[in-house]
């Protein structure tokens, strides 16, 4: 089981107790006291099972006195009453991060020495976080383009004095051609809603790229405005670009059928693409 060999690595390396009762015994008022107080070793062996199982503090009180597996690795008697979800916080989040890297090197060394492990590569698991960015499909892509292209316009024209370039929002429009493609039950349906998706990214393209010739040649008595239509020509030329190469990957796998290598795809509507 692996609790049982994880409580045997750790039986082998007794130092690591004695750095958690360093920690502990600085940070922790009254530990080790009372009727159901922790010992260092405790601390250590219940911060390990929260770490691997990701138990919130309320199962982790719960989990310690219902189950005898966690009782018998945590080394807690069958009538030990457990430990308070308030205990548990306390006692594991004073454990330093510089004890944390000194067991870290612990375990490489005896890996190391009982040849279960060389210590030349780390093999992590990343933390999980919840983001803005959306799947990379051609759909999106294209909807990206439109918003991104319209919103750089539509900041230009307010921000540049005498700068009043007539336009069509297709933001709405292009969201519903996406959610169509997403939502298709056949490829002629889908390839409908791109078709028209493709149409709205290419007169929202036109839009900028008209306004950014404009925006080139703009004279001002203030210097400012000057140095600011520059900067969204910049602007509006680089998510041109961007734009351009969705419309292209995009033409050549939904209309041509071809398969675009990865070293072609862009990924995002960013000034600084990310390619795979």
């Known amino acids: 089981m692996e609790l049982n060999r ?35 070793e405790q601390a250590v062996r219940c911060a390990i099972v929260k770490q691997m199982e990701d ?18 690795f945590y080394r807690i008697g069958i009538a030990h009453k457990g430990f308070k979800k308030s205990a548990l916080c306390h006692t594991i989040e004073a ?9 870290n090197r612990m375990l490489i060394k005896y890996a190391k020495e009982t040849k279960i492990e060389k210590g030349h590569e780390d093999r992590i698991d990343s933390t999980m976080v ?27 024209t307010t921000q540049v004095q005498g700068f009043d370039i007539p336009f069509t929002d ?32 290419k007169k929202s393209l036109g839009y900028d790229e008209r306004a950014g010739l404009f925006l080139k040649v703009y004279l001002s008595p203030d210097p400012t405005q000057i140095l600011l239509a520059q900067k969204m020509a910049q602007a509006l ?6 734009a351009h190469r969705v419309i292209d990957q995009t033409e050549r796998r939904i209309l041509h059928g071809e398969s675009v290598p990865a070293s072609e795809k862009i990924l995002c509507l960013n000034p600084t693409p990310t390619s795979s």
């Not at 454990?95 to 067991?103: H, I, K, N, Q």
């Not at 919840?130 to 230009?156: E, G, K, N, Y």
Request: with cysteine.
């Open 95 to 103: 454990l330093s991060p510089a004890t944390w890297v000194a067991v």
């Open 130 to 156: 919840s983001s803005h960015i959306h799947s990379p499909s051609d759909s999106s892509l294209l909807w990206d383009a439109v918003r991104v292209l319209t919103r750089t316009l539509t900041h230009a």
């Open 170 to 201: 297709h933001t709405k429009r292009a969201k519903r051609r996406m959610m169509g493609v997403m939502n298709a039950k056949d490829k002629k349906t889908r390839k409908k809603h791109y078709l028209d998706l493709l149409h709205v990214t």
């Open 55 to 72: 138990f919130s503090y309320d199962d982790f009180a719960f989990h310690i006195v219902d189950s005898s597996c966690y009782r018998h």
């Open 237 to 242: 030329h680089t998510y041109s670009e961007l």
């Open 6 to 40: 994880i409580s045997r690595i750790l039986d082998h390396i007794p130092t690591i107790n004695e750095l958690a009762w360093q920690d502990l015994t600085q940070h922790v008022e009254n530990f080790g006291t009372g009727a159901e107080g922790m010992t260092a």
